[in-house]
């Protein structure tokens, strides 16, 4: 019984902080996704969505392959915090993050191009800064498109 319970906590404060890292990464990604119109968006949602293609096996096996000691990513880990990331809390975080992370952007990014440039438009016109019109104006007109992927993405990791 003690040994369920410890795994219903671990997976839960994975599918927690998942959750937490990816609304904060997430964000300002699907914001320039959905504001960019540069030539190299549709490679950068390509990229963003391979998760949701590539088998997990495969994902996970590329992991190891790019976060193991002996790799690059993996050796400055190993020198900065002293720990291994493969089979770690920190390796799974980042594997989840990277294996959730269109669960999160695309409903987010759904949202911000939701929001009418006019309204945006306005705010500035009215004086507000680029930051104002982000955090005041178009977060809480795309707060369902963060509790979608809020959801999707803890639902997704556990």
């Known amino acids: 019984m003690n040994a369920d319970l410890q795994a219903i906590g671990l997976t839960g404060l994975l599918a927690g902080v998942t959750t937490l890292v990816l609304v904060l990464l997430a964000t300002p990604l699907a914001w320039c996704l959905a504001i ?4 190299y968006r549709p490679i950068v949602e390509s990229l963003v969505a391979m998760p949701l293609i590539l088998p997990p096996t495969v994902l996970g096996f590329y ?4 976060l193991n000691p002996e790799s690059v990513l993996g050796g400055i880990w190993v020198r900065v915090t002293g720990q ?3 089979f770690s ?3 799974l975080v980042i594997a989840s993050v990277i294996y959730s992370l269109p669960f999160m952007v695309q409903p987010l990014q759904g949202a911000f191009r ?3 440039i006019s309204v945006r438009e306005s705010a500035a016109v009215l004086g507000a800064s ?3 019109v982000f955090f005041n104006v178009v977060v ?9 992927g809020i959801v ?4 997704h990791t556990i």
């Open 140 to 148: 809480p007109l795309a707060r369902g498109g963060f509790l979608t």
């Open 152 to 155: 999707l993405t803890f639902a």
């Open 89 to 91: 809390f920190s390796g």
């Open 114 to 116: 939701a929001v009418p």
């Open 36 to 39: 960019s119109r540069s030539r």
């Open 84 to 86: 291994s990331l493969t």
């Open 63 to 66: 992991l190891l392959v790019f």
């Open 130 to 132: 680029p930051r104002d």
